[in-house]
């Protein structure tokens, strides 16, 4: 079992920069890849990056490629989303997800938990 609990998300103006954080409890972290995804209303929740379990291979949607990082420190069992030159279009709910497989994926249903998700919100 891995509980998730996301922080770091509030209120930033375009261009600004926020670090979203993923603090995980549980001793399968350190073999779960992980995944940071949103949720605007009305919309699908998306996939925004996902992480292997050692932190060699990584994804980024392209709409967020070059703005934002994703990174984790399996001694802390905490996973990071660095986000950089913040868009009005990045205002959404932002939920981490862990799953039981070394092996990261873009897939929404592969996961198998979910912490309760943060609000980000980019003014212009």
């Known amino acids: 079992q891995v509980q998730l609990v996301e922080s770091g998300g509030g209120l930033v103006q375009a261009g600004g920069s926020l670090r979203l954080t993923c603090a995980a409890s549980?001793?399968?972290?350190?073999?779960?890849?992980m995944g940071w995804f949103r949720q605007a209303p009305g919309k699908e929740r998306d996939v925004v990056a996902a992480i292997s379990w050692s932190g060699g291979s990584t994804y980024y949607a392209d709409s967020v490629k070059g703005r934002f990082t994703i990174s984790r420190d399996n001694a802390k069992n905490t996973v990071y989303l660095q986000m950089n030159s913040l868009k009005p279009e990045d205002t959404a709910v932002y939920y981490c997800?862990?799953?039981?497989?070394?092996?990261?994926?873009?897939?929404?249903?592969?996961?198998?938990?979910w912490g309760q998700g943060t609000q980000v919100t980019v003014s212009s």
């Open positions: 549980g001793r399968t972290f350190s073999s779960s890849a």
């Open positions: 997800a862990a799953r039981r497989m070394t092996i990261l994926t873009t897939r929404r249903y592969e996961y198998d938990y």
